[in-house]
């Protein structure tokens, strides 16, 4: 029995590496990522069904890939520019990748020609156990490539609608993704405001995609520190936390610029992860820390300030990086708006 499973490892081993060598051979005219067996299915939910049943984010960063011990073949882990060029052939490879891990899960069914049910149906789940992760993960990486093509090829318009060249249709059917910084800790106000945006969004536009973030979770203990304090702070001594909210309007660039420094790492890799169509930060110290961030990585995503607080308007909110800044028309000319920062 011992020698049986040895040989079937063997025999496995030797699959995979026919199956990888051959799919380096499949011309890129069956890698096309709209094909049958790479495009997009529905409930896939443009690759979130994974993350949220699977949280293939924590993990697939992790995984081996053949890139780690051939430096040849092309590295699927970290997207290494994002010129056009780049990323279409990071999508080719992609396709290139899951053909070859199917193609592993379909060949441990010809064990079945040598073996009884039980050792093949074990070198059957061996195969699913050790190739659909990949699968997953290609799956998962997929429609962000694209809609950060889509992306890509819409700004190339904006820019030659600019400068009165004739403008080609780039739009695609790709639905838009919005991503959402929000609070978890800092009150309520911010949740609230989040969940009544989409539900407005998925009442307008089914196909629109959102994500949130808790805007604190992309720093260190540092920014996770100061989120666990503003409701004992608030509570206990409203006196003291209203020092702090005035002071602040003092030092908005210092503070923009550190908080910046903090949540850049982590932020950079969700806009790669996630390749937003649209930035809405509902809290004020992501506003001029995430636009500064867009600006040095010279990412030209729209981004959108919802004030969470129109009664007390901080300076943090006014940013003319800014796409727009959306006001209730019956409250604009009553909203005490900070005079050095007034956006229009």
């Not at 053909?99 to 040598?114: A, E, K, R, Y």
């Not at 919802?306 to 409250?331: C, E, G, M, T, Y």
Request: charged fraction near 25%; charge should be positive.
């Amino acid at each position: 029995m011992e020698a049986t499973f040895r040989n079937n490892i063997l025999v496995f081993f030797l699959f995979s590496i026919l199956n990888t060598v051959l799919s380096l051979k499949v011309p890129p005219a069956f890698l096309d990522y709209r094909g049958r067996l790479y495009k997009e299915r529905k409930w896939e939910e443009g690759g979130e069904v994974y993350q949220r049943l699977l949280k293939v984010k924590r993990w697939k960063d992790s995984l081996p890939e053949l890139s780690d011990f051939i430096r040849t073949i092309f590295p699927r882990k970290r997207i290494a520019s994002h010129d056009k060029e780049n990323l279409q052939k990071y999508l080719l490879e992609s396709c290139r990748a899951e053909l070859t891990h199917w193609g592993i899960i379909l060949s441990s069914f010809l064990f079945g020609f040598w073996n009884d049910c039980i050792e093949t149906a074990a070198m059957i789940l061996i195969a699913l156990g050790l190739n659909l992760p990949y699968v997953v993960i290609q799956r998962y990486n997929r429609p962000r490539i694209i809609r950060l093509l889509v992306y890509i090829d819409r700004k190339k318009s904006r820019e030659t609608a600019e400068s009165g060249l004739p403008v080609k249709d780039h739009s695609d059917h790709h639905p838009c993704h919005i991503l959402f910084i929000s609070a978890d800790d800092t009150g309520h106000g911010h949740k609230s405001i989040v969940g009544a945006l989409r539900q407005q969004i998925a009442k307008l536009d089914k196909s629109v995609q959102v994500t949130v973030v808790d805007g604190f979770s992309l720093g260190n203990k540092v920014l996770h520190a100061a989120s666990s304090i503003y409701n004992p702070l608030v509570v206990n001594i409203p006196a003291l936390w209203g020092f702090f909210y005035r002071t602040g309007n003092h030092f908005v660039k210092w503070t923009n610029a550190f908080v910046s420094k903090l949540i850049e790492d982590k932020l950079k890799k969700l806009l790669e992860e996630v390749c937003p169509d649209v930035i809405v930060s509902v809290h004020g110290v992501f506003v001029g820390s995430v636009l500064n961030i867009l600006e040095k990585e010279r990412l030209d995503i729209p981004f959108i300030p919802i004030i969470a607080d129109l009664d007390n308007v901080s300076h943090f909110w006014a940013d003319r990086r800014s796409f727009v800044i959306p006001l209730p028309l019956n409250q604009r000319k009553e909203i005490p708006w900070p005079k050095k920062a007034r956006p229009f």
